[in-house]
Every structure is written in C-alpha cells, then in structure tokens.
C-alpha cells in the first residue's frame, strides 16, 4: 500500500524549495517532485517582506505538485539563523524504588522532563538531542535501564529559537493555506542527508555554507556535541566583492561563482576578469588576484572562528573523519583546501547518500537540508505517527 508522501519545505536565503519524498520497496526515500524559486523578503534566513517570502513558497509548492502529481496542503518546515543556538541542559531524577534499580519509567521521565525545559518568554525549543547519561558519579553511560543508583542523570543540548522570527516562518507557510507539521533545524536536517554513522562515531565537523548563514555541528561516539549558528554566508563575499570593485550585487555574484576562489592562486591570480557590457554599465576589468583576496579573506575570517569555538571546546582533536561541508558555498574553488588547511584535517563535499533522486541535480550539496527534512519527516511518521514523534525520533537516528 502506497504510504502518504512527505512534503519539506526550505525558506532559504537565495532559494525556496519545496520537496516531495515517498519510500521506494526497499524502504529508502526517493525524491518524486522538487520546486524551486528566488527568495525574495528573506534576509540571514529571517523574514523581512511577509508577501515576497509567501508568494515564493506557493509558486515552489506550485512546481512541486505538478511534478509529483500529488497535492500540497502541509510540510515539515526548516529553521536557520544567527538567533537559533544549542545548549547544554541536564536533568537529576532521584531512583525511588526500594532496590534503587532504573527503570524504563525512570528513564521516560527523565526524557519528559528534558523535553519541558525551561525557557525565556521569546525563546521556543526546536530540539532536545541527547548526550550521555550518568548513573551518580559515574557518566558516559549509554544505556543505564537494569543498573543501581541514587541519581539517574541525562544531559543533552537544546536547540533554542527566537519565538517570534519562528512564528513568522510559519506564518509565512499558513498565509497559503498550508499547515506546518513541525520546525526543524537546517544543521539537524543536513546531517541526516549526508552523514554516515561511521563518521559521527569517529568525529566529524559539518558546515552547512548557505547564501545568509553558516551552520556547524560536531558529531563524536555516535552523538552530538556542538551546535552553532552564525548569521554570515556567501551573501557577505558578494557584498565585500560589490564594494571592493564598484559593481552591482548581482555582477559580484556571478564573478564570485564564475572566477572566484577561497585561495589565492598564484598562477590564476596573475590575470584580469574582463566584465563585458550590460545595459547601463560599461565593460571593464578587474584584477583576478584582488578577486581571490578579498573572498580568501571573508572565508579564512568564518572558519576560523569555527576552528575558535572547536579549540575551546575541546572538540577539534575529535575529527577522525575530517570536515564535511553542504550548502551552495561547498562549490566554491578551494573552499575544501581552505577547511584542510585550517582545521588540519580532511575535507569533503557532502551531498545526500541517505535520500534518493538527488545524482542528477546541479550541485547536489546545496540539497543537503531539504533531502534530510524529508527523512526526518518520513522515520518519524513511520514511528509515531505523531507530531510528539518528531521529536522522539532522534533516539533512533542519533544513537541513543
């Protein structure tokens, strides 16, 4: 019997996309309908013109429906921005019983209390993703049902969002007569398209590049340590390109993508770009090396200041299975040499291996946070058959 498709739908930056996702015979997820259309009223992936933003998502859902033959009235929802950040949170539960032995009950609380947290009046909890548990003094302990203690302890990182500028997005989507499911955030989303469990047990970075923001995550033994979002993307290189030639945002664009580079190129950088002629702007050149500068410097600048957070943390010596990067800016030139160079480890593109109908677009990458959306909605289904169960699901798919 033929199961009810999942519908995800992305407000990025740059790009709208509304995705249509149905399990094949062997249970994997395949694309069957993708919509996609220029963002406009989105500004670091938050709304600023209401009407722009939801006329962009209905001609995206338009598309979508034409060529999956289906028909749109809900989606799963992704969420980014500067004001969503992950926190570390833990819970005490006091065992009762007379042996002192945990229980499943015991653990069922300790993950309702998790989920309940408290938070500031303009604060909403995306997620609650699972760290390790602690039975008295002793932690690390994955699964503590049949042992004794006093203490039962679960820690775990929350992904907080602005109430609001969440609310807004939604808005945007209901203002077409469409019902959100659930929120859920980009990073989260990405690391289940692209990801393998190999990599989150033996230590992985994921950068998710967009047009207005940059997500990363740490994975190590199977689990989640670090979230963080930066409200810097490949729309601040356009901008710094723009100022330093004197050109319109549109031109920079284009030059960053065509002839851009995260390194400078000694060989390259000897050249000039020539500019030809458009309607109200003549032709001229501009210097290939200054190009390289100019977005080497932007780029060293943001993954730096990811390497700062890991080097505090303590998670950059965790990366056995090196950097993957998702998002448009994954195609930049160099940009993987660059992640080499400061993390001092490995760098790939991840493009989505655990969703199918992805191999044939261009830069599949930049499909990384719709293709996860559609799996996260599609494993929660299957599960719950709930909206609760969008949030129970992470004990499936991360481990724990």
Not at 148 to 158: D, F, V, Y
Request: aromatic content about 6%.
């Amino acid at each position: 019997m033929r199961r009810d498709p999942v519908v995800a739908l992305e407000i990025g930056t740059s790009r709208t996309v509304v995705c249509v996702g149905e399990p094949d015979d062997n249970g994997r997820m395949r694309v069957t309908g993708l919509g996609t259309y220029p963002t406009t009223g989105v500004r670091k992936g938050q709304i600023i013109d209401f009407k722009q933003a939801s006329n962009g998502v209905e001609s995206a859902r338009v598309e979508a429906e034409d060529k999956a033959e289906v028909s749109i009235w809900q989606a799963l929802i992704s969420a980014t921005g500067g004001h969503i950040e992950g926190k570390p949170y833990r819970e005490v539960l006091p065992i009762e019983s007379s042996d002192k032995v945990v229980c499943q009950a015991d653990m069922t609380d300790l993950d309702e209390l998790l989920s309940t947290p408290p938070l500031e009046s303009e604060q909403v909890l995306l997620h609650s993703l699972h760290q390790s548990y602690s039975v008295d003094d002793q932690h690390g302990v994955s699964d503590p049902k049949g042992m004794q203690c006093k203490m039962l302890e679960r820690s775990a990182i929350n992904i907080q969002a602005n109430k609001n500028r969440i609310d807004n997005l939604k808005r945007v989507v209901e203002d077409i007569k469409m019902d959100v499911i659930d929120v859920a955030f980009d990073g989260v989303s990405a690391s289940l398209a692209v990801l393998t469990a190999a990599q989150k047990r033996d230590g992985v970075l994921l950068i998710d590049l967009g047009a207005g923001t940059t997500t990363a995550m740490t994975f190590y033994g199977q689990l989640i340590s670090d979230i963080f979002c930066l409200g810097i993307g490949g729309d601040h290189t356009t901008h710094d390109i723009a100022t330093g030639f004197n050109i319109p945002l549109m031109r920079a664009e284009q030059v960053k993508c065509k002839h851009g580079s995260a390194l400078v190129n000694s060989e390259v950088s000897k050249g000039r770009i020539e500019l030809p002629e458009e309607v109200g702007f003549d032709n001229r050149t501009i210097s290939a090396k200054s190009l390289q500068v100019i977005i080497n410097a932007r780029m060293d600048e943001l993954f730096k200041i990811i390497r700062a957070r890991l080097d505090e943390r303590g998670f950059l010596c965790q990366l056995g299975a090196g950097v993957v990067l998702t998002g448009g800016g994954a195609y930049l030139k160099g940009v993987t040499e660059l992640a080499e160079r400061i993390f001092g480890t490995s760098c790939r593109i991840g493009v989505p291996i655990n969703v199918d109908g992805f191999d044939n677009l261009d830069k599949p990458a930049s499909y990384a946070t719709i293709a996860g959306l559609v799996k996260y909605g599609f494993d929660a289904n299957s599960r719950l058959k709930t909206k609760s169960g969008f949030w129970s699901m992470f004990k499936s798919l991360f481990g724990w």
